[in-house]
Antibody, heavy 119, light 110 residues
Framework: EVQLVESGGGLVKPGESLRLSCAAS????????MSWVRQAPGKGLEWVGR??????????DYAAPVKDRFTISRDDSKNTLYLQMNSLKTEDTAVYYC??????????WGQGTLVIVSS | QSALTQPASVSGSPGQSITISCTGT?????????VSWYKQHPGKAPQLMTY???NRPSGISNRFSGSKSGNTASLTISGLQAEDEADYYC??????????FGGGTKLTVL
């Protein structure tokens, strides 16, 4: 059974940093492309970024609002995906989901972790 | 990249069919067959319902079907049931090598 468990969310002040983790199990993590998707309170889904498998280069792509502030990385030895978030803004407040990425879609999702950016 | 356009709400009675539209541009929906649909209950994670325009993941009822014509994709739910009531989102790959979601549609089963 595929399981994705996010952690690391919390309350931070504008300008601060936070790192989210996503522990994966039930599939071959090293072969998987992975994405982060967020959802602001009461709003719709917003794609944050995706990282390819290391076999396919391990590179990441980002949405314009987070490019140059957020970094996605992976540790295949720990089956863990990360999202390093720097220079956080109030508009980054959201539930952050990690998801497996296959055939152009997000097929398995975690339960999400809440990030609140407020002074 | 602007969000894809979905109706804010749709409704139908049990047993009826409804269709939710998702309009983009030739740079996203119209240009690629990477359109997917998601169902989300309040406070829960989204669930993949269809992918690559018209494919269903294992375990998803054949009452859910996806299609695309030009820059508009559609999700049709036939034989509407009470448990279908939820928010639905479409998503598409874009020419900028990014993904974009629709604003979401609230389905009410009357």
């Amino acid at each position: 059974e595929v399981q994705l468990v996010e952690s690391g969310g919390g309350l931070v002040k504008p300008g601060e940093s936070l790192r989210l983790s996503c522990a994966a199990s039930g599939f071959t993590f090293s072969n998987a492309y992975m994405s982060w998707v967020r959802q602001a309170p009461g709003k719709g889904l917003e794609w944050v970024g995706r990282i390819k498998s290391k076999t396919d280069g391990g590179t990441a792509d980002y949405a314009a609002p987070v490019k140059d502030r957020f970094t996605i990385s992976r540790d295949d030895s720990k089956n863990t995906l990360y999202l390093q978030m720097n220079s956080l803004k109030t508009e980054d407040t959201a539930v952050y989901y990690c998801a497996t990425h296959r055939s152009g879609s997000f097929d398995y999702w975690g339960q999400g972790t809440l990030v609140i950016v407020s002074s | 990249q602007s969000a894809l356009t979905q109706p804010a709400s749709v409704s139908g009675s049990p047993g009826q069919s409804i269709t939710i539209s998702c309009t983009g541009t030739s740079s996203d929906v119209g240009g690629y067959n990477y359109v997917s649909w998601y169902k989300q209950h309040p406070g829960k994670a989204p669930q993949l319902m269809t992918y690559a325009v018209s494919n269903r993941p294992s375990g998803i009822s054949n009452r859910f079907s996806g299609s695309k014509s030009g820059n508009t994709a559609s999700l049709t739910i036939s034989g509407l049931q009470a448990e279908d009531e939820a928010d639905y989102y479409c998503s598409s790959f874009t020419s900028s090598t990014t993904w974009v979601f629709g604003g979401g549609t609230k389905l009410t089963v009357l």
